[in-house]
């Protein structure tokens, strides 16, 4: 660290840029990826084969019961009806519910459809206390570090891909301001929280 900047990015110093280098310039980051390294990154298509297959295990909310379905890739902002929620302190997955506000100023908004909602919520599963916010499937293949299964979640943002791309790029520091450094969410730049900055995902299947 001792000034020089370089040496938070890579492990092994060089001047050569490999894939996965990251390019800091004047603020803004770039991920360099290099054909070699964007082979093993999934296409659109099989980041859509990977969602019908996380659907087709049929999660399910522990709670209620009822069947979960990630939204399709090409919907973002809307937080469909079916669509998973997880309390980022332990991983459990749910369908939305009202209930479970530690405080009394969280929203209640009804249909399901609240944005990540502000208040800390109790998980009815293991009673650890955290935000609750829904999961997205991260859209951008480019960002991810193999084509695994997605099993993982950024913290505290919700965003869902493979173990392997939760894990590298939670170890990755951006310049956060001018003098600190700051793993973030890929997909969307959210500063990453927790002691890992991301959870492995607790899907409950369906009874049987
Ligand atoms: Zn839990
Ligand atoms: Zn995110």
């Given at each position: 660290m001792k000034g020089m900047m370089g040496k938070l990015y890579v492990e092994n110093e060089s001047n050569t840029l490999q894939d996965g280098s990251l390019i800091d310039l004047c603020g803004a980051t770039l991920l360099w990826r290099t054909p070699a390294g964007l082979r093993h990154t999934?296409?659109?298509?099989?980041?859509?084969?990977?969602?019908?297959?996380?659907?087709?295990?049929?999660?399910?909310?522990?709670?209620?019961?009822?069947?979960l379905a990630?939204?399709?890739l090409a919907q973002r902002e809307i937080v469909d009806k079916k669509q998973p929620w997880v309390y980022v302190n332990c991983g459990h997955?749910?369908?939305?519910?009202?209930?479970?506000?530690?405080?009394e100023k969280g929203p209640a908004v009804p249909g399901g459809t609240a944005p990540a909602s502000t208040g800390?919520?109790?998980?009815?599963?293991?009673?650890?206390?955290?935000?609750?916010?829904?999961?997205?499937?991260?859209?951008?293949?480019?960002?991810y570090l193999d084509?695994?299964?997605p099993t993982h979640a950024f913290c505290p943002c919700g965003h869902v891909c493979s173990e392997k791309t939760v894990v590298g790029w939670s170890q990755i520091p951006l310049p956060h301001g001018t003098?600190?450094?700051?793993?973030?969410?890929?997909?969307?730049?959210?500063?990453?929280?927790?002691?890992?900055?991301?959870?492995?995902?607790?899907?409950?299947g369906p009874v049987d």
């Open positions: 999934p296409t659109l298509k099989q980041l859509e084969s990977l969602r019908q297959e996380l659907n087709a295990a049929r999660p399910q909310c522990p709670v209620g019961f009822n069947t990630f939204p399709s997955v749910h369908g939305y519910h009202n209930w479970g506000y530690r405080k800390e919520r109790e998980c009815p599963m293991c009673r650890r206390v955290g935000p609750y916010v829904p999961l997205w499937l991260g859209c951008e293949g480019g960002l084509a695994g299964p003098h600190a450094f700051h793993a973030a969410c890929p997909f969307c730049g959210t500063w990453l929280t927790g002691e890992q900055g991301h959870i492995k995902l607790i899907f409950q």
